[in-house]
T-cell receptor
Framework: GAVVSQHPSWVICKSGTSVKIECRSLDFQATTMFWYRQFPKQSLMLMAT?????????EQGVEKDKFLINHASLTLSTLTVTSAHPEDSSFYICSARGGADTQYFGPGTRLTVL | QKEVEQDPGPLSVPEGAIVSLNCTYSNSAFQYFMWYRQYSRKGPELLMY????GNKEDGRFTAQVDKSSKYISLFIRDSQPSDSATYLCAMSGVQGAQKLVFGQGTRLTINP
């Protein structure tokens, strides 16, 4: 149980294009999902908290117009990186809250912007 | 000072050894403590979840929480090469809190 999937697992795009990443909770409903960013050999940095049916809450320093988050259902949240640039290249990981304060993580999406 | 401090390692031990991984924290409001294992280029996998102080055992893994010292540990017994990964501690405050605060992660290698 408590499986979270992400799609795609990796993506390469040209600078200036937009990329959408999907996060799904496969066997449970998640009213809250989280989006993290992870640089090589570093820990996870929380970008935003996504609540089903409402606007996402962004962490300080994260541009909400650049990283668009939509949580349209209890099992799906999407992160769209708009007008991507090379500095946006990173490993993006989502998680879904599963009871109390545990979070179950997806396998991550590696984004490379050329 | 970071809210959660974790020695990044790397830590290298022989197969079969007992491994001790630790985190310290400064926020006394933390009550929920977790250990995650992350293999290279993969998402973190929840290993252990503990509420408040005490010990919890699951197979070869034991998690300890000492809130008075603001110190948590993860012990791995009979370590295996497949345990080689980065181990992240994480914690959060009262139930219902949204955010997990992560340690930096410790890179562990178990040598056959």
């Amino acid at each position: 149980g408590a499986v979270v999937s992400q799609h795609p697992s990796w993506v390469i795009c040209k600078s200036g294009t937009s990329v959408k990443i999907e996060c799904r909770s496969l066997d449970f409903q998640a009213t809250t999902m989280f989006w993290y960013r992870q640089f090589p050999k570093q820990s996870l940095m929380l970008m935003a908290t996504s609540n089903e049916g409402s606007k996402a809450t962004y962490e300080q320093g994260v541009e909400k117009d650049k990283f668009l988050i939509n949580h349209a259902s209890l099992t799906l949240s999407t992160l769209t990186v708009t007008s991507a640039h090379p500095e946006d290249s990173s490993f993006y990981i989502c998680s879904a809250r599963g009871g109390a304060d545990t979070q179950y993580f997806g396998p991550g999406t590696r984004l490379t912007v050329l | 000072q970071k809210e959660v401090e974790q020695d990044p390692g790397p830590l290298s031990v022989p197969e079969g050894a007992i491994v001790s991984l630790n985190c310290t924290y400064s926020n006394s409001a933390f009550q929920y403590f977790m250990w995650y294992r992350q293999y290279s280029r993969k998402g973190p996998e929840l290993l252990m979840y503990t509420y408040s102080s005490g010990n919890k055992e699951d197979g070869r893994f034991t998690a300890q929480v000492d809130k008075s010292s603001k110190y948590i540990s993860l012990f791995i017994r009979d370590s295996q090469p497949s345990d080689s990964a980065t181990y992240l501690c994480a914690m959060s405050g009262v139930q219902g809190a949204q955010k997990l605060v992560f340690g930096q992660g410790t890179r562990l290698t178990i040598n056959p």
